[in-house]
């Protein structure tokens, strides 16, 4: 595995290094020793598989506040996704500060989203699915959310959003008092 920096810390693409001959690939996806040496979530509590019917959903922005946080790493399996990761860490020079990074089934590549940051996604296909390893398991009372249209982010999303829940549109804005 390669694993490649972004202007966040700890948001990481993780790209496989495949072995391939005659039969195709195979490639170590997960390995609990080299994430931790790279300073990233080496525990899997829960995985979840995410399925999205049309091209355009958005999901998100999520993330779990103490005593829950979570880290994730994220892998497209079909279709293709545009993903957004928010840094909501208090202490962290890039707070507020987003990333973005497209998953594409086939591509070999996830995405380690770290404690404390958000993240969303849009999918740019029908039929896409994501798999999610958690470094924790969901508590809804730790659970918080960004409005993925919010003005103070400026994330630009590549297409117009086709389908999001009402939950996910009625998180407020950072700028209101009880955003976060």
Same mark, same amino acid.
């Given at each position: ?89 208090? %202490? #962290?020079?890039?707070? &507020?500060?987003? /990333? ?5 089934? *086939?591509?070999? !590549?996830? =995405? ?13 296909? %029908? #039929?896409?699915?994501? &798999?999610?390893? /958690? ?5 809804? *009372?730790?659970? !918080?959310? =960004? ?14 959003? #086709? ?18």
């Amino acid at each position: 595995m390669k694993f490649i920096d972004t202007p966040i810390s700890g948001a990481t693409i993780v790209q496989l290094e495949p072995l391939r001959d005659d039969r195709g690939f195979f490639a170590r996806a997960f390995s609990a020793p080299e994430f931790a040496e790279h300073g990233l979530a080496s525990v899997v509590a829960q995985v979840n598989l995410s399925s999205n019917a049309v091209r355009g959903t958005v999901r998100g922005l999520h993330y779990q506040v103490s005593p829950a946080p979570e880290a994730k790493l994220i892998r497209c399996i079909a279709g293709a996704a545009y993903m957004v990761v928010v840094d909501m860490r208090d %202490d #962290s020079p890039t707070r &507020l500060q987003h /990333v973005a990074v497209e998953l594409r089934r *086939g591509d070999l !590549r996830s =995405l380690h989203v770290p404690e404390q940051c958000a993240v969303g996604m849009q999918t740019l296909e %029908d #039929s896409t699915e994501l &798999l999610y390893q /958690v470094s924790g398991f969901y508590t809804p *009372g730790a659970e !918080r959310g =960004l409005r993925w249209d919010d003005p103070a982010l400026g994330i630009a999303w590549p297409l117009p959003a #086709s389908v999001i829940s009402a939950k996910d549109a009625a998180w407020p804005l950072l700028a209101s008092e009880s955003a976060r």
